[in-house]
């Protein structure tokens, strides 16, 4: 491999476009024909960037294969688990204030309903304002990298092979990966893109899109969900009255339907969560039951402390 192959002055995109691109020695192949009056597409890939690519592409399928990059699946067993837990404690702590009977079953039910909606808007709104913000802020950190790369292109181009060159790239790879760029149709955008990837960890293609209301949809989805849980027997035990059916749940019977259905949702949960943690699904799912019984019965604690006749 010829040095000028490997080591070429960097030129700036504006003095590329001025002509002084022929400071950079091309090989042509055999016959003497040059490549330069070819069409390129926009944004030609590269070699060097092709592996690179490959590389990076190569390394977040290996996370996605070991859960690590399943984020939606992970983000809707946590909205479940808080629906679950914030409105089982709820209700429970409601549950031991309030007398028993049909002002209770409806004080439970409104109760539960109250705090089914409250938490799911509450989630997805924050999920919309964190995830505004978040792409808010990778626009605004590509548009400044790119005003830099714009502005100091040979600066940046270096910084890049340094940053290259610190993660086990050797030298000579990080000088042809820089050649290759410079000599692309838009190496201000590639090497924004390269840029953005690698050292800021932003995806230029979905930086700024859609993401946050899918996000807040979703979160509101995942925790109604999961709320829905504990409040379904007391939504039964209301049903049944109204429709007066010689079948009735009566005494703490709603309660202890909560409690299962609750448990066994949780450990379900848990066992799941095993998924990205490595850990045993049987002490991942029995841990997940063992915290939330512990708020739950705080919750049930402090309601009894206090509890109050509802007339």
């Known amino acids: 491999?010829?040095?000028?192959?490997?080591?070429q002055p960097?030129?700036?995109?504006?003095?590329?476009?001025?002509?002084?691109?022929?400071?950079?020695?091309?090989?042509?192949?055999?016959?003497?024909?040059s490549q330069?009056?070819?069409?390129?597409?926009?944004?030609?890939?590269?070699?060097?960037?092709?592996?690179?690519?490959?590389?990076?592409?190569?390394?977040?399928?290996?996370e996605h294969n070991t859960g690590v990059g399943d984020g939606g699946l992970r983000a809707a067993v946590f909205g479940f688990l808080d629906g679950l837990v914030s409105n089982l404690?709820?209700?429970?702590?409601?549950y031991a204030a309030v007398s028993t009977g049909e002002t209770s079953v409806q004080t439970l039910l409104l109760t539960g309903l109250s705090g089914l909606m409250a938490g799911a808007a509450s989630m997805s709104t924050?999920?919309?304002?964190?995830?505004k913000a978040q792409g808010e802020a990778e626009m605004k950190e590509l548009s400044t990298e790119r005003r830099h790369l714009t502005e100091h292109y040979e600066?940046?181009?270096?910084?890049?092979?340094?940053?290259?060159?610190?993660?086990?790239?050797?030298?000579?790879?990080?000088?042809?990966?820089?050649?290759?760029?410079?000599?692309?149709q838009a190496p201000v955008e590639n090497m924004l893109d390269m840029h953005a990837r690698f050292e800021l960890g932003i995806d230029p293609d979905e930086a700024g899109g859609s993401a946050p209301i899918k996000a807040a949809?979703?979160?509101?989805?995942?925790?109604?969900?999961?709320?829905?849980?504990?409040?379904?027997?007391?939504?039964?035990?209301?049903?049944?009255?109204?429709?007066?059916?010689?079948?009735?749940?009566?005494?703490?019977l709603p309660v202890i339907?909560?409690?299962?259905?609750?448990?066994?949702?949780?450990?379900?949960?848990?066992?799941?969560?095993?998924?990205?943690?490595g850990l045993s699904p049987w002490w991942s799912g029995f841990r997940q039951l063992l915290v939330a019984s512990l708020a739950a019965g705080t919750c049930l604690g402090v309601g009894s402390l206090f509890g109050v006749a509802v007339q």
Not at 49 to 59: A, D, E, N, V
Not at 126 to 131: F, L, P, T, V
Request: glycine fraction near 8%; hydrophobic fraction near 45%.
């Open 1 to 7: 491999m010829a040095a000028s192959d490997i080591e």
């Open 10 to 33: 960097l030129i700036p995109p504006q003095e590329q476009a001025n002509g002084a691109h022929a400071r950079v020695t091309i090989n042509e192949p055999e016959g003497g024909h």
């Open 36 to 62: 330069r009056g070819r069409s390129k597409p926009p944004h030609p890939p590269t070699s060097s960037q092709g592996s690179l690519r490959h590389h990076l592409h190569t390394t977040m399928q290996q």
């Open 89 to 94: 404690c709820l209700i429970l702590g409601v």
């Open 126 to 131: 924050g999920e919309w304002i964190s995830m």
């Open 155 to 184: 600066d940046e181009a270096e910084e890049f092979a340094e940053y290259l060159s610190e993660h086990g790239v050797s030298a000579e790879v990080a000088s042809l990966v820089i050649r290759d760029i410079q000599r692309s």
């Open 217 to 252: 949809l979703f979160s509101f989805a995942t925790f109604a969900t999961g709320a829905f849980i504990p409040l379904a027997p007391w939504m039964l035990v209301f049903t049944l009255e109204k429709a007066h059916t010689s079948f009735q749940l009566t005494g703490n």
């Open 257 to 277: 339907l909560t409690l299962l259905l609750s448990a066994v949702s949780l450990f379900l949960a848990g066992a799941i969560l095993a998924r990205f943690t």
